[in-house]
């Protein structure tokens, strides 16, 4: 379950290279949103078969519990990213710009918005 929902964040954003390639904080932002989302139950289940580790000890236990479950999702944030980023295709110099002009902008002063219409004029 936690695999389609870290896929699905992935997919709905358009990536910068530079959000890509600093792997570290992007794991930490996605990993800190599906903790925000995540249920108290579906946290523990995460963590559910963990063994406490000894750096835990003497930390509260909303700290401590936090803590490991934060460490479960950037695991598993990294292998799904990992995983797509194995699978991805890049282009370079594709330019998905739209110009004003073609969103109803105004028409540029040496062409009119309609050539053939003014071209048939002309005749």
Known sequence: MIDLLIEA???????????ISDLKNT????????YSEMKLSERFELIRESHVHEIYIGM??????REVVMTHLRGEVAGKIKDMLGKAT?????????????VGGKPHKERSSDEKKDSKNEE
């Open 9 to 19: 964040k992935v997919i709905s954003r358009d990536w910068t290279f530079n959000q």
């Open 27 to 34: 794991i930490e932002v996605l990993s800190l949103e599906l």
């Open 60 to 65: 509260a236990f909303e700290d401590a519990f």
């Open 90 to 102: 890049i282009r370079f110099g594709d330019n998905n710009e739209i110009s004003e002009r073609s």
